[in-house]
């Protein structure tokens, strides 16, 4: 494969990984927690929202867990390092 191929798939393992940790960046997750424990913070309608768009989150978040497991395990597979399951 051509070097700058390689070179490329580098790069977007880097985005990936940027992406990944500003997601799982905690400092985010403790503002949110405070924000939602104060008296008054929201109507039922908007609890009802934002419970939505956490579950969705999660969801997407499992779904790229996996397929960053499919890939990987994929790409080691094409590298002839494990036979395929």
Known sequence: MNG???EKLEDLVG???GVLRELSDDDSFSDFLTIIHRPGWTTIAE???VEGG???MIGLATAVGELKRS???GARVVGGE????
């Open 4 to 6: 700058s191929h390689v």
């Open 15 to 17: 985005q990936l990984r």
């Open 47 to 49: 609890w009802t929202l």
């Open 54 to 56: 956490l579950q969705s």
């Open 71 to 73: 890939v990987f395990a």
């Open 82 to 85: 494990e036979a395929a399951a």
